[in-house]
Each structure stands twice: as structure tokens, then as C-alpha cells.
């Protein structure tokens, strides 16, 4: 199985300010009523609308309006399996008049990365296990075959051209923002670690459902307990490796508690893992973290990735130095 194309970023920045003006009127316009920005997502494209004790979740889709048929029929097809916003109201037809939208419940809980910040061991290896539970779920939705979903009937339709392939990604993105700034040693060293990731991910066979920027922005869980209460922003999902969630989630993470007993908890849960887990989650998450990259000096999160894709072509392996939480390592990619 090639690597899906669709890049994700997890953890992307947030959209611009120059952007975010006319964005935020469309949105007041659209409910005639106060629209909050919210935090996270690439877009910039999401709000909180409505007063205190009925608040909800407005996501308009003025760049991609074809995007929100199939967001709506996302959220139905995992509704009661993983935990999702209700769709209160949608449009999945944009007019020149009206944006596509779609307006969801305000879940409740706070977002994973604040939590971990301030939780303590014992409770970051529940939240741990929470988390794991739900990446196996999506795990377990299958699809015959790795693609890009198209309409509300969740149509597969497979990558093209450089999305197709680590290898193709890599180097079509040679002249792209910081990598084009890359000397020819670290970027042939790059295009090796490249080709190593590809073997790994046409080795994986089964296809399933991706979030795809599955990191602790976009889960929520219970203050008091960690249990993951919200699964947000389904922009980028498609039909691709059972390793590419855990990949993102797993890419700047250094907590042993918190990655080890994710790590481990998923390994026994998930169906089909092998033994060469994170190997394969770096190598499914490649692509994102070369896309991502080359946005670095536009934001801290991109600065990340950045160097950790520069760590791997020097380290010429896929781990780059990062955790292994306790899991044994197949030392081919990584």
C-alpha cells in the first residue's frame, strides 16, 4: 500500500489573521450571531457560536465547500463508535448567498494537551489508554482500498501524482519553503530514508478509516477522569494505514508514561498490529511531517517538525532519536 497523500500537519498552525476578517463576518452573517474564532485547525474556518449554556460549533467551508458533504457523512458514519459532535444543522451545497457550513454540538471537556500539562502520572497513563481505545476503533473501520473521500457516499478515489508515494512526496517537495534550503547531502540522505519508509508502508495491507491530524488538539477528554470525550476536526480524514493516527499523535511526543502506555495499549488492542509499530506510524507519518516542515519559520509547531525531519535524514533512520516507549524497534527504517 502506497502512503497516503493527504497531508495533515497535526498540530498545523492556525490560519491567518489577514484571513480570519472576512472569515469571522461570513460566519456572524450566516447565524446572525456572535462567532468566536476557535483555536486549532489550519483553516481558521471553525467558530463558537451562541451564548453561555447553548453554545455550539460552526464550521464553514469557504476554501473546500465540496468538503462539507463529506464531513457530514463522517460524522454519521462513526457517531456511537467514536466520540463525535452531533450535527445540529448543515448545508452541504454552497450558494452565492450561503456558505457550506456545518453547525455541531459543543462537546464537553478540555483539550488533551492542556490537561497532560498538568496531570500526573497516573492519570496521563489513563488518558493513555483512552486514547488508544479510540485509535483502534478506527482502526477496525475498514475500506477496500487507500484514497481521498469524494461526496456523501464516502467515495474512495485513490492519490495522484507525488501524493501517491513517500518517495514522490519527498522530492517533489525539494524546493519547497525551509527544505529548499537543505543541502544536497541531507536531502539525498532524506530521499533514503525515504525509499527505507516506502518498503514499510506497501508492506501494510489493510485499509481504514484516518483521521488524520490525531494529535492532543483535537481530542478532548474529562477533566476528571482523562477519558476521551471529543474526537474534533475531520478535514483531513481518508482511507489509508492503520498507522498514520498513531504516527501523528506520537510525533512530538516525549512523555514515557503517556506514549508508552499508548503505545502498548494500542499494540494489544488493534487488530493486525505488528511487532515494528512505530516504525510503521513514522514511516505512515512521513508525508505530514514533510509538509509541515517546510512552513518552518512561520510557526513554532512547523519549527518542530522541521527538526525532526532534518534529525532524520542526519540520523538516516526513522526514529531520529525520538522514544521508542518500551516497544522493540525492527532497526530497518528506524
Request: aromatic content about 6%.
Amino acid at each position: 500500500m502506497t502512503n497516503s497523500g493527504m497531508t495533515n500537519g497535526g498540530d498545523q498552525p492556525v490560519g491567518s489573521g489577514a484571513a480570519r476578517g472576512p472569515v469571522t463576518s461570513a460566519a456572524r452573517a450566516l447565524l446572525g450571531a456572535e462567532a468566536r474564532p476557535l483555536a486549532g485547525g489550519y483553516s481558521g474556518e471553525t467558530f463558537l457560536v451562541g451564548g453561555a449554556g447553548e453554545e455550539a460549533v460552526l464550521r464553514l467551508y469557504l476554501r473546500d465547500p465540496e468538503r462539507a458533504a463529506v464531513d457530514a457523512a463522517l460524522l454519521s458514519l462513526v457517531r456511537d463508535l467514536v466520540p463525535v459532535p452531533r450535527v445540529l444543522e448543515s448545508r452541504t451545497q454552497a450558494s452565492p448567498d450561503t456558505p457550506a457550513f456545518i453547525l455541531m454540538e459543543r462537546l464537553p471537556g478540555i483539550r488533551l494537551d492542556l490537561w497532560l500539562a498538568e496531570a500526573g502520572a497516573e492519570e496521563r497513563q489513563a488518558a493513555a489508554v483512552s486514547v488508544a481505545a479510540v485509535l483502534t476503533r478506527l482502526s477496525g473501520m475498514p475500506f477496500l482500498r487507500p484514497g481521498q473521500f469524494v461526496g456523501a457516499d464516502l467515495r474512495v478515489e485513490p492519490w495522484t501524482g507525488s501524493a501517491a508515494g513517500v518517495e514522490s512526496w519527498v522530492q517533489a517537495h525539494r524546493g519547497s519553503g525551509a527544505l529548499a534550503r537543505w543541502s544536497d547531502e541531507d536531502f539525498a540522505a532524506l530521499l533514503d530514508v525515504a525509499a527505507e519508509a516506502q518498503d514499510l508502508v506497501d508492506g501494510v495491507r489493510r485499509v481504514c478509516l484516518c483521521h488524520s491530524d490525531f494529535n492532543p488538539k483535537n481530542l478532548l477528554v474529562d477533566p476528571e477522569s482523562g477519558t476521551v470525550t471529543g474526537l474534533l476536526d475531520w478535514e483531513y480524514a481518508h482511507a489509508g494505514s492503520p498507522y498514520t493516527d498513531i504516527g501523528n499523535l506520537l510525533r512530538f511526543e516525549s512523555d514515557e508514561v503517556f506514549g508508552g502506555a499508548l503505545a502498548s495499549a494500542f499494540a494489544a488492542q488493534a487488530p493486525g498490529v505488528t511487532a515494528d509499530l512505530l516504525d510503521l506510524a513514522r514511516a505512515s507519518d512521513l508525508v505530514a511531517l514533510v509538509d509541515l516542515a517546510t512552513r518552518a519559520g512561520d510557526h513554532p509547531i512547523a519549527d518542530r517538525a522541521h527538526q525532526v525531519l532534518l534529525d532524520t535524514a542526519r540520523c538516516r533512520n526513522l526514529s531520529a532519536g525520538r522514544p521508542t516507549f518500551g516497544l522493540d524497534v525492527s532497526g530497518g527504517a528506524a
